[in-house]
């Protein structure tokens, strides 16, 4: 069950950033879809800290509860290219690959929240994709 939660609370937050830059997401080049793809990965670790972590106490159990997430979130969010996401999510993980793109998805979700878990008024968490992706902001 909380890994359904999380990946819906990915999606939602993913799904609100994308309705921003919609535009943007149709001409990434390979590197910037890697970088959004680490960044979703961030925001996954941030849930990872704050939910899986609780629900799988023993470290073992949670890198398999994480890997577990990795693998369902993939296959809603990306139904038609979820081995490939899952494989390039995994070494990400694994080698701590674009770990800049990554922090950024975490904040994206660690600083739009209260310490109670409300949303923070006024968080803009486009501007951190953007400078994932190294795209200026629209303003």
Partial sequence: AVVEQISSLVIA???????????????????????YLAFELGALEYYRQSMLSAAYPAEADAVQGFFTLLVHHANEHYPQDSEAVIALWHDLASERGLLEARELGFQSVADGVTDDGRPKRGHYAVDYLREALGVASAE
Avoid: C
């Fill in 13 to 35: 937050h993913m799904n609100e950033i994308n309705a921003r830059v919609g535009e943007l997401l149709a001409t990434l080049n390979d590197d910037q879809q890697r970088a």
